[in-house]
């Protein structure tokens, strides 16, 4: 057993094919076919059940996966140990940050991060949530930027900032001739909100139950530019974070946003890796990067008419 066949096995286990696990691998399908073989025979035990147009992992083939890729993960921890004990800021890292936050923080502070740190390689990964927690577990991602609460005690939460909430609004809406609202007007309003599945969802439902408003039925977007869209459309009422409101994102005269008056419900938005982590020290140059943010963009826009801009928001937090 070698630490290439154990790859081979992880890149079948995810791409459940395995022309795409070779192109993957960067070897020939018959090569990694072979060595799939090769482990079966070492282990004495199944892994792959094998069908015309469908590959599956048995149960044993699974839990051999699995334990490979922790394996996996510490190798590469070895390896990332020796290189950063050189150049404690040179490597890759990889992030994830999930949809509805990705596009609208990147372009204020990926300028920043190059300038900072000139020879770190910054791969990006967009997923939902619960997909970055399990890529972070199980070593395909070194961090992720995500929205608070995160349970696991096998991660570590480095808090960054908050990111209040604005209430869209047709432009015609009853609610566009106000300047500012307060949480208490959502009383008996149904708000357009995304899929299952997205964290900015269950944040806006718990803005919702605080103010008593509660989703439209019929309608569950796929996207915040489809929320954005609806709105313009006249569709509905919706909430946007902060991020998604500011240049270099368009805005729509269709639209009318409405910052909250007093403490607005936001979403906390912390760096998370794990404890075990050998990039802990680089971790937190990058929080502190990240941390930076400039605060005028946690702030209503100024073309908002009748909007006063107010200290970073301490409650009450979407998503407890």
């Not at 020796?82 to 490597?91: K, Y």
């Not at 999930?98 to 990006?124: A, D, I, S």
């Not at 106000?178 to 803005?207: F, I, K, T, Y």
């Amino acid at each position: 057993m070698n630490l290439r066949d154990l790859r081979y096995l992880v890149a079948l286990a995810d791409h459940k094919h395995f022309g795409r696990a070779a192109t993957a691998s960067f070897v020939s399908q018959p090569t990694l076919s072979t060595q799939i073989r090769k482990l079966e025979d070492e282990l004495g035990v199944a892994l792959v059940e094998r069908a015309p147009r469908k590959v599956m992992l048995t149960p044993v083939g699974r839990d051999i996966a699995e334990r490979a890729r922790k394996v996996i993960a510490d190798v590469d921890q070895m390896t990332q140990i020796a290189r950063r004990s050189q150049d404690p800021e040179a490597g890759t890292v990889r992030l994830g940050l999930f949809p509805t936050l990705g596009p609208y923080l990147l372009p204020h502070v990926v300028p920043g991060l190059r300038k900072r740190f000139p020879r770190l390689e910054l791969l990006l990964v967009e997923e939902k949530t619960d997909q970055i927690l399990a890529r972070l577990r199980d070593g395909r991602l070194d961090a992720g930027l995500l929205a608070l609460p995160v349970h696991d005690d096998q991660l570590h939460v480095e808090p960054l900032f908050d990111e209040p909430f604005l209430l869209a609004v047709p432009r015609h809406h009853e609610l566009a001739r106000q300047a500012s609202l307060r949480v208490a007007d959502l009383d008996n309003r149904h708000l357009l909100l995304l899929e299952e599945g997205h964290c900015l969802r269950d944040q806006a439902l718990d803005v919702c139950r605080m103010a008593g408003a509660d989703e439209r039925d019929g309608f569950r977007a796929t996207s915040l530019e489809t929320l954005r869209q609806m709105v313009a459309a006249g569709v509905g009422i919706t909430l946007l974070p902060m991020l998604a409101v500011q240049p270099p994102v368009p805005t729509s005269a269709d639209i009318a946003l409405l910052p909250f008056r007093g403490e607005p419900p936001f979403r906390q938005i912390a760096l998370v890796w794990r404890r075990s982590s050998a990039m802990a020290g680089l971790m937190m140059e990058l929080a502190a990067e990240l941390r930076a943010l400039p605060r005028g963009l946690l702030q209503p826009p100024p073309e908002l008419a009748g909007t006063k801009r107010s200290k970073a928001p301490a409650r009450p937090r979407a998503g407890t």
